[in-house]
T-cell receptor, first 110, second 113 residues
């Protein structure tokens, strides 16, 4: 079993939709949870970063962590075609090593 | 803005060749990393370095080595390229105080024939 599981998609939604992207994990030592966005032919860039459980909001993006269920989510409100990318979750515990999910490809069509 | 530059966007090599992938960052970051990215497998850590002359093995170091002679430059070396090393290679850097925030280069797509 992989430490981090992520549905690869693709997820195709119309412009303006609310998007929900999710990851599950097995290691209860994970405390730091990140979402990276990767555009085609580019490297990933950090989008959201949360510590422990709870919600964090940044503009149209909300990151949610439920440690009791070992489940994290990224919500995108009012999705735009420019949000079309692959979204990678990443996690770590007490070390600096990040464990990445395989990524979910999102397509937002006009 | 932090810039991480990888020397080649696409590279085609033959089996058995020695391959050098170069990465340079311009923000004086101590930490540098090499990952490979494969469909269905995600990003896997090959090697990382916390300082000049230092290197640590990641999860999949076999068949690779690294060199860090200067703080800004981190090189990945494939001693004898094999077809199973065909992949997208991504270099990243970070500050020691903020190791969860990785800055990635655009990647090198390596094909080994």
């Amino acid at each position: 079993q992989k430490e981090v599981e992520q549905d690869p998609g693709p997820l195709s939604v119309p412009e303006g939709a609310i998007v929900s992207l999710n990851c599950t994990y097995s290691n209860s030592a994970f405390q730091y949870f990140m979402w990276y966005r990767q555009y085609s032919r580019k490297g990933p860039e950090l989008l959201m970063y949360t510590y422990s459980s709870g919600n964090k909001e940044d503009g149209r993006f909300t990151a949610q962590v439920d440690k009791s269920s070992k489940y994290i989510s990224l919500f995108i409100r009012d999705s735009q075609p420019s949000d079309s990318a692959t979204y990678l979750c990443a996690m770590s515990g007490g070390t600096d090593k990040l464990i990445f999910g395989t990524g979910t490809r999102l397509q937002v069509f006009p | 803005d932090v810039k991480v530059t990888q020397s080649s966007r696409y590279l085609v090599k033959r089996t058995g060749e020695k391959v050098f992938l170069e990465c340079v960052q311009d923000m004086d970051h101590e930490n540098m990393f090499w990952y490979r990215q494969d469909p269905g497998l995600g990003l896997r850590l090959i090697y990382f370095s916390y300082d000049v002359k230092m290197k640590e093995k990641g999860d999949i170091p076999e068949g690779y080595s690294v060199s860090r002679e200067k703080k800004e430059r981190f090189s990945l070396i494939l001693e004898s390229a094999s077809t199973n090393q065909t992949s997208m290679y991504l270099c990243a850097s970070s500050l020691p105080s903020d190791t969860k925030k990785l800055f990635f280069g655009s990647g090198t797509q390596l094909s080994v024939l």
